[in-house]
Structures are given as C-alpha cells and as structure tokens.
C-alpha cells in the first residue's frame, strides 16, 4: 500500500464533467486531484461538435489533454491510475486506493461515465458510420441514408427522430426479436421507417473509411451514410456503490441538482447521472458540484460559535488557500503579467 496523499477533493474520471469539477474547485481554493485511468467516451471522438468556442476540427483526445493542462495549471495533481477501492474511513474522511496512490480527502467526485452496448462484428467503424449520441451527430445525415440499430424502445424512438433529419430510415434487428412494447411498434410501422429483421454480414467502407453499404444475410445490400447503435449503457457506480450512494432504477446514480449524492461528501457527475450525455451538460455538471464542494468546504466566513471556539481570528490565520495553492496562483498571476507588485 502506497503512503496517502491528503486532499480536500479527489475527482475520480477525467471526462469533461470531471476535469471541469478540477477546476473549480483547485480555483477556488482547494487542493484538488484527478486520478484518470484514461478512455471514455470523449478521448473516442474524432471531432468535437456542440461545444462553443472549440472548433470540429477538435478530437476529443486534444479537447480533454488541452483540460488536463489547465487543471494542472491552476495546482491540481493530476494521477493516470485506476481506482479499484473507495472506503470510508474513521474520521469521516473518504479514502481512494489506486495502482500507484493512496488518498485520503474530504470530498470525492466520480465522474466514471458509462460503457455503450456495442453491436456484435461485423458493424461500421465508430464514428465512421456508426455512431452513439443522436444530439451530436444527427447534424451530419440531413438528406442521408440512415440506419438505427437494435430492438428496444430506444431504437424505435430514435429511428422516428431521425425523420426530422432525412427521409431515408431504417431500423436494423440484426437477426433480433424486437423487445419494444407494442405501443412502440404500432406507433413505430405508422411511421415511413423500414424495419430491416435480418443479420448483418458484411460492411462496406469507401476510401475514407466511412460507411458506404450494409450486406444481409439474404443477399441484399442497403446503402448507408451512417446511423446509431442503440444497445443501452453500462453505468460504471462500482466505486459510488461502495461508499454507499443511492442508484436510480435504470442504474445512474441519484443526485440533487449540485451532483450530490445520499451519501456525505461523495458527488457524482456527467454521463452517470440523469440527463442528457452531451459535453457541455457534463460541464455544468461539474461546474455546479465544484462550487457547492466549495461552499460546504471553505473555512470562511466562519460563524461566532467557530470564530469563539478557535479564540478569534488574526492576520496569521488568513488566507485559508494552502501554501502550494497560493504559489501556483502567484505563478500563474506572473504568467499573466498580473503579479503583485511586491512579487
């Protein structure tokens, strides 16, 4: 076992919604880290789309890598490790084990994500042809051929959206029964989408790499821009369930509107928790639990009963931001060219 670090906040999960909690709070005046095992489902994307002020040209391996820099930046650790333990311990306090580090903090916030049902081989090549956030990438098959993948309720669902978009949509069961109620298959057959029942067999992809067609087990051949897999998510809570959170009935964990859990001092934000799973959302997710982190954590103002116990307060006694956080801000003030000026 590795000699525990101490922190006031940990955040498990370096997606958007993780390092954005990072930041807030090591802004705020916390020491903060990041253990990140790496992956996820924004280091998978080729270009970034609905996130303002970052060009599509952006992969998400850039997006996040260009986050990290500012986390650290601003004090933070930043750990590339796998958390497997999270207990609580005597003091109340929360401690992490990982590969290489031990910590102890305060508050932790897990932003974990979840793993996508992926459809069985052969299938298009992710985010060439198949894709997995209809808010992102409708966009791109405006007048396209079109396919949705699966056989549940979401799959009818997003298959009639997708006519907003294009008149050209089918839904793909692969060989699968469909499972949708059948208040979604008569809904879903009064809308001109074509419900394809046999098995994918081969892909064909052009020069680009991008989807061109779909082969079928009876010998037919569909042409396609792209479309969706709609096979449900995996919710990665094992390290929430430990400490003891509350799940919801599809397996997200119960949150309030600041990302705190039922359990004390544990937050959990980004794709685990309701809502829609799209980059700027994570963000605000983790924007609003760093700074209610900030408010629970923060030693001032303290109240006359604290100001009476701690016999008064002095000038020795202030600022409350710790010594390695006020020279990362005294560092990045100069950077700046906004030192002080007895710097």
């Known amino acids: 076992m590795s000699e525990a670090h101490e922190y006031e906040v940990v955040v498990v999960g370096g997606g958007p919604a993780g390092l954005t909690a990072a930041l807030y709070t090591t802004r705020l005046g916390h020491d903060t880290a990041v253990i990140n095992r790496g992956g996820g489902r924004a280091a998978m994307m080729r270009d970034t789309h609905n996130v303002i002020g970052i060009t599509e040209d952006t992969s998400g391996n850039e997006l996040l890598q260009t986050a990290i820099e500012q986390v650290q930046g601003y004090g933070a650790d930043y750990h590339r490790d796998f958390v497997t333990d999270a207990e609580r311990a005597d003091d109340g306090r929360i401690r992490l084990e990982a590969g290489d580090i031990t910590a102890v903090?305060?508050?932790?916030?897990?932003?974990?994500?979840?793993?996508?049902?992926?459809?069985?081989?052969?299938?298009?090549?992710?985010?060439?042809?198949?894709?997995?956030?209809?808010?992102?990438?409708?966009?791109?098959?405006?007048?396209?051929?079109?396919?949705?993948?699966?056989?549940?309720?979401?799959?009818?669902?997003?298959?009639?959206?997708?006519?907003?978009?294009?008149?050209?949509?089918?839904?793909?069961?692969?060989?699968?029964?469909?499972?949708?109620?059948?208040?979604?298959?008569?809904?879903?057959?009064?809308?001109?989408?074509?419900?394809?029942?046999?098995?994918?067999?081969?892909?064909?992809?052009?020069?680009?790499?991008?989807?061109?067609?779909?082969?079928?087990?009876?010998?037919?051949?569909?042409?396609?821009?792209?479309?969706?897999?709609?096979?449900?998510?995996?919710?990665?809570?094992?390290?929430?369930?430990?400490?003891?959170?509350?799940?919801?009935?599809?397996?997200?964990?119960?949150?309030?509107?600041?990302?705190?859990?039922?359990?004390?001092?544990?937050?959990?934000?980004?794709?685990?928790?309701?809502?829609?799973?799209?980059?700027?959302?994570?963000?605000?997710?983790?924007?609003?639990?760093?700074?209610?982190?900030?408010?629970?954590?923060?030693?001032?103002?303290?109240s006359s009963e604290e100001i009476e116990a701690a016999g008064g307060i002095d000038a020795d006694d202030v600022p409350a931001v710790s010594d390695d956080l006020r020279a990362s801000a005294r560092a990045h003030q100069a950077e700046g060219g906004e030192a002080s000026a007895d710097d």
């Open 105 to 302: 903090t305060d508050s932790v916030v897990f932003a974990t994500g979840f793993s996508d049902g992926r459809p069985d081989p052969p299938a298009p090549r992710t985010g060439r042809g198949l894709h997995y956030c209809l808010h992102c990438d409708a966009y791109m098959f405006v007048d396209e051929s079109v396919y949705v993948m699966g056989h549940g309720d979401s799959t009818a669902h997003v298959a009639m959206i997708m006519l907003n978009f294009t008149d050209d949509v089918d839904v793909l069961l692969d060989g699968d029964d469909p499972t949708w109620s059948d208040e979604t298959d008569e809904l879903v057959r009064a809308h001109p989408v074509d419900i394809v029942e046999e098995e994918i067999t081969g892909v064909e992809n052009g020069d680009d790499g991008w989807l061109e067609a779909l082969e079928f087990e009876d010998d037919t051949q569909r042409e396609y821009r792209g479309g969706f897999a709609m096979y449900g998510s995996q919710y990665n809570t094992d390290l929430a369930e430990q400490l003891g959170v509350e799940l919801n009935d599809d397996g997200t964990v119960a949150v309030d509107d600041h990302g705190a859990t039922s359990a004390e001092g544990v937050y959990a934000v980004g794709d685990m928790v309701p809502g829609h799973n799209q980059i700027p959302v994570a963000m605000g997710h983790g924007a609003k639990a760093g700074i209610d982190i900030h408010y629970d954590l923060r030693t001032y103002p303290m």
